[in-house]
């Protein structure tokens, strides 16, 4: 499977730039989702690497290849990029049997009757849709014609699989169990897949890594987890995790042996950070971050009152009143608070992180603790 290289891609549509001098690595056999709100340019990106949309400038190599380059003046056609595209609504041929369906594209390439029946046998096991073959696209349920398209994507062998939101139509049981099948094929396949998406979830679950874009330009590209735990800015802190970061506006002043103190709600927080010291400058404007499951309610130093709780089984969102701010926090278990019950609350863990509220960007990750 090859390796995919953007080198300083950019696309105009007129006055506007959808995708400003992207810069992309994707890895052999990787399977990166392309992540943001709309409008980002996630599509934009896809559309270009598939050969669907030309880039205005830039570079794309795909397996060492050059398939556009505006310097040289090459942009070789979609057909001859040997790729799958698997679009949202999965552009079944409505008169065709899923048999058909699949082996639509291979008869296209004159293969042999005995083969592309080998083929399409292959993929209907693989997709478990085996009991499937004779029937008709509109005798087929959302999840069922899901898995004809991926087939029939796969049925060509191609080098990379993109995939623009094909999970979208899909209710939000069948889409949990699309996320494990595709993750699956991933693993069988060994292939390179290009997932676009603008739900933070689907990310998280599925790739290797994960490209969060805004307005065109790339924020923050890292394993999930990484994006998760150490995002590069605010930007990227909040549109990442369910429930999202707590958010505190402060302003920070120097502390022994590097520590930062922040004044929060009449309390004074101690920030420490977990690495290098993080220089700030006495009186700078601050923003902390805290994730909500690292807010513990129970034996702690600070002291608030439930605003509500959203108890859903398995854990329970806790809004909480500090002061004048409106935290979160999750609590694992079905466990219920009336509103403006009085609770003490304490955090946890070396994975707050302390942000400047003027660029955004992350200054480091630490521990707090409550004088």
Known sequence: MPEI?????TKRFGKFTAVEKLDLTIADGGFVTLLGPSGCGKTTTLRMIAGLESPTEGEILINGKPV???????????????????????ALWPHMTVE????????????????????????LMTLKIDSLGKRYPNELSGGQQQRVAIARTLATGPKVLFMDEPLSNLDAKLRTEMRSELKRLHTETDS??????????????????TCLMKEGI????????EVYNNPTNIFVADFVGSPTMN???????????????????????????????IPIRDEQPLTLGIRPEFIRIGEGAVEAKTYAALPSGMETIVK????????????FGAIDYKPETDIRIDFAGDNCILFDRESGLNLGLG???VL
């Open 192 to 209: 390179t897949f290009v997932y676009v998406t603008h739900d933070q979830l689907e990310a998280m679950t599925l790739s290797t890594k």
């Open 320 to 331: 909480i009143r500090l002061g004048e701010l409106i935290l979160t926090a999750v609590v």
């Open 100 to 123: 058909q369906n699949i082996s639509f594209g291979l008869e296209n390439l004159k293969w042999d009757k005995q083969k592309i029946q080998a083929r399409v046998d292959e993929l």
């Open 218 to 225: 790339v924020q923050q590209y890292a394993p999930p987890l």
């Open 5 to 9: 290289v953007l080198t300083n891609v």
């Open 68 to 90: 556009f380059s505006s310097s040289k003046g090459i942009d070789i056609s979609p057909n001859k990029r040997d790729v799958g595209f698997l679009f949202q609504n999965y």
């Open 247 to 277: 958010f505190i506006e402060t302003k920070g002043r120097k502390g022994n042996n590097g520590e930062i103190r922040l004044p929060v709600s009449g309390r004074e927080l101690v920030f420490s950070p977990a690495s290098a010291e």
């Open 367 to 369: 521990k707090l603790t």
